[in-house]
């Protein structure tokens, strides 16, 4: 019975840390990837997800995909770079927010690149 208990606990464990990963996780890992700036301060004390040489990256949640976008233009403009948002959650909520963005950005002709990291 204890090794029962001991193999159970071992299985979920994996499970339960993959859950707890946090939106800054997800930034690190992918800024480091692009070889890009993390969490660059601009003058206004505001802070720049991961600043590369052409983009202006925000990551976030995919439902928050609105204040995402709002943030990724904003750093953009402020460092003349092309506006991008990372949106983290599953493909079902990457396809449904991302969708989104591309009306918005397609609607006000904005340059804006979406990208996906699945959690």
């Known amino acids: 019975m204890k090794n029962l ?50 983009e202006a990256i925000e990551h976030d949640w995919a439902k928050k995909w609105a204040e995402c976008l709002g943030q990724a233009l904003y750093y953009g403009a402020m460092e003349k770079k092309t506006p ?13 927010f991302s969708s989104k963005i591309e009306f918005t950005s397609n609607y006000y002709n904005l340059p804006v690149n979406i990208f996906h990291i699945e959690k």
Request: with cysteine.
């Open 84 to 96: 991008t948002c990372v949106l983290i959650g599953t493909k079902k909520e990457f396809d449904k």
């Open 5 to 54: 208990s001991m193999l159970f606990c071992l299985l979920l464990l994996p499970k339960c840390a993959m859950a707890n990963k946090n939106e800054r996780y997800y930034q690190t890992i992918h800024c480091n990837k692009l070889k890009g700036q993390i969490e660059y301060k601009l003058e206004d004390k505001t802070r720049i997800d991961c600043l590369t040489e052409n």
